[in-house]
């Protein structure tokens, strides 16, 4: 083999590289199968007793710890380039599998290197790929080295698959669920851990969505725990908010329910864009058993989670079923059908006078062909009627009603109490932990201890935010004394008034409403609107409805308001009309009540001339054509009318005025001598007497009359 091996060997070999390509298959026999790599070095000494120098070897090690079959090995990679370009005089490895445990790497490598001229060498001999017999036999090397890591994964996943099969098989657990010492699967020690969890699980059986259970844990200040799956505190348990995707992997994960499963996803092959692995049908599941150890709920209620988040995710899919109840009074919202395609109608929300008025809109299949929607029923009518029904049929069972909600409010209000003081005690057990570790240190060793001192610090401070959180949510939730528990169970006997309560939120309505309802069908006629229903017990109602007014009709204003406007343009202001309009209980066609410029706009719009155009159309004049009138100044004309001397009124709401005509002048006769005269002065005075003559001669006869002499006169 020597003798081959020189006769192999050229000038030409000689004078490129050699490069050495050392790998190992995982960083865990980099590790501990040190010899094997020592091996593989060594091939540097071989390379220089064939004739290269040491410094023509070219040691490739990028690779330790990747598999022979990954197709992404950056050194297998700079190999290949460097044997293309003509560097490369011989390539070194320990054996065949070291460079590549894939057949068309290998083969592409041996065609590379038979064209480069370039040799391989391994730890039986010196290889020229342009060589046939050499090449054959290297390709069978090659196929051989595959077929060995097939055969070595065969076994291991065949074990693996028999003791998964059999439910020995020892898998990651989720938090909350451990292994014992004998190796079974039993709850968490840790009794805070399992009263997360059954809090966790019966949140969502309340509220029967994920999004609401977080939102209730976030709200109620309460913690989940986790544990840590990498890293330098792999294993350990933390504490920390509650995620919607963590909620979801505790939803769908079946080892809560007691059951061992295995194959729920697979791997997807590289080049495929769906993710490195995907999850798969239960009937493709490799194993399934139930009961196979302890959980925190049944089959059944797992079961029925399932069946609660795909119903709440249809909700956005093309069917677009129930979904959670969401905010918005839209009673009907996910249980909506249209009359005509029979595709489920979505909920839109115009705001009219300050309030959200829903709108039934079938929609989906207008969207996929660009046309107008199939049908568009405005909401309020249909959802009154409805409420009125469930009412009716609700009334029965009001006691019943009354009495879980009672226990129910009784119940949660313990349990997140119960949650909160647990999370008090471990970070008070934290932190007396952490003192001991401070007191045991040594004195002298300031660096430790100043570490130590500042995790009992901080432990500390975690302890009083624990102790203030626990004491505030304690006062906030010390509701149900026995004034409320009575007023809630008088007020929950009442179905009625719990129904039309205005402190009930719609969210609540609608939760009840899906405990009866399946879905109701509506078709918009000409005249009326056909309602069907159908209860989840099989049982259905058909009512009729007058046709509810469109969101455009709605918006239009009523012919009452015009004629009312109309009426009071007469004696009123524009701001005075609007108080009188909403006093009356009329309703603007846009805001929540009538204002200056909204009388405006309806005068403007149905031709009603302002109060100053009636007036003057009266023959009522301004202030300078009074003045005028009366041949005095404005102000003048001002005074006579503040004194009452002449009849004026405001017309708008800066307070301008407009004047009545003056009438001709009445006469009346003298009071002395009986003569004719006008009633008022040029001044706007009444008067008496025609002349100064006739009152002085007047007021002499009184005196006389009334017996008076006048003295003589003194001389």
């Known amino acids: 083999m020597n003798l081959d091996a020189q006769h192999k060997i050229t000038a030409s070999h000689l004078s490129r590289q050699a490069y050495l390509y050392v790998r190992q298959s995982t960083l865990r026999q980099v590790l501990e199968n040190t010899e094997s790599t020592k091996r593989q070095y060594a091939l540097r000494e071989r390379a220089v007793a064939l004739g290269w120098k040491l410094e023509q070897v070219v040691v490739v090690d990028t690779d330790l710890g990747q598999s022979g079959a990954d197709t992404d090995r950056v050194g297998f990679q700079r190999l290949v380039a460097a044997v293309g370009i003509g560097e490369v005089g011989v390539v070194l490895g320990l054996e065949v599998s070291r460079l590549a445990r894939s057949s068309s790497d290998w083969h592409r490598l041996l065609e590379i290197c038979a064209l480069a001229d370039t040799l391989i060498l391994d730890e039986d001999g010196l290889y020229d790929p342009s060589h046939f017999n050499d090449r054959l036999l290297l390709g069978m090397k090659g196929t051989m080295s595959e077929a060995e890591l097939h055969v070595l994964r065969a076994r291991l996943i065949g074990g693996q698959l028999a003791k998964a099969s059999r439910g020995e098989l020892e898998v990651p657990l989720p938090v909350g669920l451990v292994y014992d010492t004998t190796g079974k699967v039993t709850l968490d020690p840790d009794q805070s851990v399992q009263e997360a969890l059954r809090q966790f699980f019966e949140t969502f059986r309340r509220t029967g969505s994920a999004t609401a259970t977080v939102r209730s844990f976030r709200e ?6 986790r544990r840590e799956r990498s890293g330098p505190h792999r294993g350990d348990l933390l504490w920390g908010a509650l995620l919607h995707y963590r909620a979801l992997n505790v939803l769908k994960n079946p080892r809560y329910a007691g059951a061992f499963a295995y194959g729920r996803t697979r791997a997807t092959k590289p080049g495929q864009p769906s993710g490195l692995r995907h999850s798969l049908p239960r009937d493709q599941w490799h194993t399934l058993i139930f009961d196979a150890h302890p959980g925190y709920i049944t089959w059944a209620e797992h079961e029925e989670n399932l069946a609660r988040l795909k119903a709440n995710s249809a909700a956005y899919g093309a069917d677009r079923r129930h979904g959670p109840p969401r905010e918005g009074p839209a009673l009907l919202q996910g249980l909506a059908i249209c009359g005509r395609c029979g595709g489920r109608m979505t909920v839109r929300y115009y705001i009219r006078h300050g309030q959200p008025v829903p709108q039934y809109c079938c929609q989906s299949e207008g969207i996929k062909r660009a046309e107008s929607p199939c049908q568009r029923i405005v909401g309020a009518d249909i959802d009154r009627a409805v409420g009125d029904l469930l009412v009716e049929s609700m009334t029965p069972l009001a006691l019943e009603v009354a009495l879980s909600v009672q226990d129910e409010l009784a119940s949660r209000a313990g349990e997140a109490d119960r949650m909160r003081r647990q999370q008090v005690e471990r970070a008070r057990y934290e932190a007396e932990l952490a003192q001991r570790r401070y007191l045991r240190v040594d004195p002298d060793n300031r660096l430790v201890a100043a570490t130590l001192e500042a995790e009992w610090n901080n432990k500390l401070r975690a302890l009083d935010a624990a102790q203030e959180n626990y004491e505030h949510q304690r006062q906030a939730d010390t509701l149900l004394d026995d004034d409320n528990r009575q007023r809630i169970l008088a007020l929950a006997t009442d179905f009625p008034r719990l129904w039309a309560d205005p402190n009930t939120p719609a969210r609540e309505r609608k939760r009840m409403a899906r405990l009866l309802i399946e879905d109701v069908t509506l078709l918009l006629g000409n005249q009326v609107l056909d309602v069907h229903l159908r209860f989840c017990g099989g049982d259905t109602r058909s009512f009729q409805l007058p046709r509810p007014k469109s969101i455009t009709e709605l918006s239009k204003l009523d012919p009452a308001v015009v004629a009312e406007v109309d009426r009071l343009i007469d004696d009123h202001t524009d701001s005075e009309i609007a108080a009188a309009l909403d006093t009356a209980g009329y309703q603007p066609p846009v805001g929540d009540h009538f204002t200056i410029w909204v009388v405006w706009k309806i005068r403007q719009a149905h031709g009603l001339g302002s109060r100053r155009e009636r007036l003057r159309q009266h023959g009522w004049l301004t202030l300078e054509e009074m003045a005028q009138t009366l041949g005095v100044h404005p102000q ?39 003569k004719a005269i006008p009633e008022r002065a040029t001044q706007g005075n009444l008067r008496k007497y025609c002349s100064v003559s006739c009152r002085t001669g007047a007021y002499a006869a009184r005196r006389r009359a009334a017996g008076w002499v006048r003295p003589p006169r003194q001389r």
């Not at 109620?220 to 725990?225: E, N, R, S, T, V």
């Not at 001397?645 to 004047?659: A, M």
């Open 220 to 225: 109620q200040g309460l913690l989940f725990p």
């Open 636 to 674: 003048t004309v001002k005074d006579r009318a503040r004194r009452g001397q002449l009849h004026s009124v405001i017309y708008n709401d800066k307070h301008q005025r407009l004047y009545a005509p003056p009438q001709p002048a009445a006469t009346i006769p003298c009071a002395h001598c009986g």
